[in-house]
């Protein structure tokens, strides 16, 4: 069997070696790089640029408690450059697994047809495509918005912006805004309406107070114009550099008559990641669901399992999600978020120790029906936050209950308080 895959990121990439292992002919187009926006411009770009942003706040709170006496100055292109070189060579990896599974991967722009796709003056033939194409930045429909940054342009930057505004509400603008608040910018976000919405609100206020505390969050404000040297807002004009932080646009113009998409272009598939056409799939930020990795790499799995034959389904039950500032903010959530609550603040330990006399420690918080003793909502904020609820995910997924955690022993010293809160809560119930 034949299967062509477009699109080298996680969902392709994925899908390509799973098809190939399950004993397909594979051929993988990627038109630019391997890795896709996660590894080149995204998720491993914060992953670098939040380690310095991470040791310049540890500096300083190590300086007010007279420990040290350091003034780290940041030169950006060298941080810049370590980036992409740090990434040049995660990618090469990547390239050779992808190529050693037995994937023939062509780096070029395809031109998909019915049961063909042209790349250049070459013709593949396909029985089977999965088409993992990926998300671009949106650009709001501002005036001037041609004026502003993207997510593609943090590393082209010469410099630590003296004045950042951000126009978005999501993740990568939070992300973004306490790298570059750590890094010495003062940092305006302008959300149109609320402000990292997905969460709680008691996990809210602490990240706006404890992890963003230096940055100035304006809700409900519009942006009307951007100028090459600020923006001008329902609140007036702000001086600084623009970056525009405002969600994703699914890429899926190259299949456009070939397959029904959506309002905002996302091409639609059902559970099997099957498209309106048959023996076409997509998966991955194409598909404008969940946009993290590891979700664009159950679909890619997904794709490729069926495409061969073998039934999956994917699953979307408690998926974990984050934010990396200076601890990880995560959090899952059910289809019935709502229950009785019980929060507490973070444990000491390793990345918070010397926080503790200032109340920065984090907190984590459980949100639960008393009643059947089913986990509906869970919210973290610690340096071991992201690793806790991967954990925590699996055990929801797999039916675990309040009173499942009452003989629970995790690992120690542990910042993250999740498991101490949960298994306290069972003894309640």
């Keep these: 069997m034949n299967i062509v895959v477009i699109g080298g990121g996680p969902a392709g990439r994925t899908a390509a070696m799973e098809a190939s292992g399950l004993g397909a002919n594979v ?20 992953c670098g640029l939040n380690d310095v942003a991470k040791y310049i706040r540890n500096t300083k709170k190590f300086n007010e408690r007279g420990i040290t006496s350091l003034n780290p100055e940041i030169n950006f292109h060298k941080v810049a450059g370590g980036v992409k070189e740090t990434i040049a060579k995660i990618r090469h990896v990547l390239e050779v697994e992808t190529r050693e599974a037995g994937v023939n991967v062509v780096m ?15 013709r593949y033939n396909y029985d089977k495509l999965i088409i993992g194409t990926g998300a671009g930045a949106s650009i ?3 005036k001037g918005a041609e004026h502003a940054l993207t997510y593609r342009d943090v590393l082209d930057i010469p410099k630590v912006p003296e004045n950042l505004n951000i126009v978005g509400s999501g993740v990568i603008a939070a992300e973004f805004a306490g790298i570059f608040s750590a890094m010495g910018s003062r940092v305006r976000i302008f959300c149109r309406h609320s402000f990292l919405k997905m969460l709680d609100p008691d996990i809210k206020r602490y990240v706006v107070e404890k992890l963003l505390g230096d940055v100035e969050i304006l809700e409900n404000t ?11 807002t329902d609140a007036g004009f702000f001086e600084g550099t623009v970056l525009n932080a405002v969600g994703m646009v699914p890429n899926s113009d190259a299949v456009r008559g070939l397959v029904d998409t959506g309002k905002n272009g996302e091409i639609i598939v059902n559970s099997k ?103 509906n909502s869970l919210f973290a904020v ?43 809560l069972s003894k309640l119930e």
């Excluded at 899952?332 to 000491?348: A, D, R, Y």
């Design 108 to 122: 070029d722009d395809a031109v998909v047809g019915d049961g063909y796709v042209s790349v250049g003056n070459e």
């Design 273 to 375: 990641m099957e498209t309106s056409k048959r023996g076409v799939y997509a998966a991955g930020d194409v598909v404008g669901g969940i946009g993290t990795t590891p979700v664009a790499r159950m679909e890619g799995v997904v794709a490729a399992r069926n495409s061969c034959g073998i039934h999956a389904e994917a699953d979307y039950r408690f998926v974990p999600s984050s934010i990396s500032l200076h601890y990880d903010v995560s959090f899952l959530k059910s289809e019935s978020p709502t229950g009785s609550e019980g929060h507490i603040p973070g444990s000491s330990g390793p990345e918070t120790f010397w926080r503790v006399l200032d109340g920065e420690t984090g907190m984590s918080k459980v949100v639960f029906d008393a009643e059947t003793g089913d986990i």
């Design 27 to 46: 051929t993988l187009i990627e038109k630019n790089k391997i890795g896709g926006k996660c590894l080149n411009e995204g998720c491993v770009v914060v």
């Design 382 to 424: 610690s340096p071991s936050a992201r690793t806790t609820m991967a954990y925590m995910s699996k055990f929801l997924r797999d039916g675990y209950k309040i009173h499942d955690f009452d003989n629970f022993i995790e690992t120690h010293p542990s910042t993250d308080a999740v498991y101490k809160l949960i298994r306290f």
């Design 140 to 142: 709001p429909p501002v």
């Design 222 to 232: 519009q942006v009307n114009e951007i100028h090459p040297d600020g923006l001008k």
